[in-house]
Nanobody, 119 residues
Framework: QVQLVESGGGSVQDGGSLRLSCAASGFRDSRHCMGWFRQAPGKEREGIATIDGYGRTKYADSVKGRFTISKDTAKDTLYVQMNSLKAEDTAMYYC?????????????WGQGTQVTVSS
């Protein structure tokens, strides 16, 4: 049974940093695609960063240069280091995964962790 469990959310002031983690379990191959998404109240869900089984990363323009996605394949744990946080980064952050190496379809989702940035 696949499970994704996020942690690390919280409240931080504008310009601060947070690191989110997502522990995955139940995947046959730990070298699978994973990504971070977020959804703010009243807004659509936004994909912010992905990392595939080859280690290739992609970022949304809104976070490029401020957020860094990484993965510990041995632990099957995904991270995102978020620096220079802004009020507009406030959202529920979700971890998601595709069972394959290439990011095609995120079929598995975590429960989310709240990030609040106050100005």
């Amino acid at each position: 049974q696949v499970q994704l469990v996020e942690s690390g959310g919280g409240s931080v002031q504008d310009g601060g940093s947070l690191r989110l983690s997502c522990a995955a379990s139940g995947f046959r191959d730990s070298r699978h695609c994973m990504g971070w998404f977020r959804q703010a109240p009243g807004k659509e869900r936004e994909g912010i960063a992905t990392i595939d089984g080859y280690g290739r990363t992609k970022y949304a323009d809104s976070v490029k240069g401020r957020f860094t996605i990484s993965k510990d394949t041995a632990k099957d744990t995904l991270y995102v280091q978020m620096n220079s946080l802004k009020a507009e980064d406030t959202a529920m952050y979700y971890c998601a995964a595709d069972a394959g190496w290439v990011c095609l379809e995120f079929n598995y989702w975590g429960q989310g962790t709240q990030v609040t940035v106050s100005s």
